[in-house]
């Protein structure tokens, strides 16, 4: 399993940024594929997910300016992020997700994971 991340780059607050996540060496159209960051100093956090039938799910700190996708065909996976502040600096991370939904909750578990692709946001 392999994992190519890109997008990662220095934007003022306010701004947008999209990262790309090519998979290999996997199914990726049946996997079940998330986001997580880590901040310097802190532990990692769940960004988004996207289930392979199409189910999308937020952490409460990006939901309503974070969009996560995916190109089935191109095994590649995205995050759309807009509205960034300085908060939203780390390290992001795509991953498959071996977690699952209770309660109408979102559980995530990493399995395989990318190398990181650098995001900061300052003026």
């Known amino acids: 399993v392999q994992f190519a991340e890109s997008g990662g780059d220095w934007v003022q607050p306010g701004g947008s940024l999209r990262l790309s996540c090519q998979g290999s060496?996997?199914?990726?159209?049946?996997?079940?594929m998330a986001w997580a960051r880590q901040a310097p100093g802190k532990g990692l956090e769940w960004v988004a997910g996207h289930k392979s039938d199409g189910r999308t799910y937020y952490s409460e700190s990006v939901k309503g300016r974070f969009t996560i996708s995916r190109d089935n065909a191109k095994n590649t996976l995205f995050l759309q992020m807009n509205g960034l502040k300085s908060e939203d600096t780390a390290v992001y991370y795509c991953a498959t997700d071996f977690g699952y939904v209770g309660g109408g909750r979102w559980h995530p578990c990493g399995g395989s994971w990318g190398r990181g692709t650098q995001v900061n946001v300052s003026s």
């Open positions: 060496g996997f199914a990726f159209r049946t996997s079940d």
